[in-house]
């Protein structure tokens, strides 16, 4: 079992930042595909970002602005949001997966969600 700890959203102007944090504990953190999705209420969660052994990757609406990041050593993961936009608004997850293709279509763990509000 993983357990995922979000912290970090809250409530920005549009053009602002905030930087999400995803405390992991459980299994070997170094082992798994780390990840962050994103829902707004009568949608779909949303791919964001991800990070793994193979590099990281993002959704095109928020390439440039956001950066995912991770410490092995802390076991946590970031998502560094810069140039928010309103429609950035969402309860933003943490996941985690053993293999970057699991993340993407189906992570095996999931943190509780933080809301991020953007303002126009």
């Known amino acids: 079992q993983v357990q995922l700890v979000e912290s970090g959203g809250g409530l920005v102007q549009a053009g602002g930042s905030l930087r999400l944090t995803c405390a992991a504990s459980?299994?070997?953190?170094?082992?798994?595909?780390m990840g962050w999705f994103r829902q707004v209420p009568g949608k779909e969660r949303e791919f964001v970002a991800a990070i793994s052994w193979s590099g990281d990757t993002y959704v095109d609406s928020v390439k440039g602005r956001f950066t995912v990041s991770r410490d092995n050593a802390k076991n946590t993961v970031y998502l560094q949001m810069n140039s928010l936009k309103p429609e950035d608004t969402a309860i933003y997850y943490c996941a985690a997966a053993t293999s970057p293709l699991t993340l993407k279509i189906g992570p095996e763990y999931w943190g509780q969600g933080t809301q991020v509000t953007v303002s126009s």
């Open positions: 459980g299994r070997t953190f170094s082992n798994y595909a």
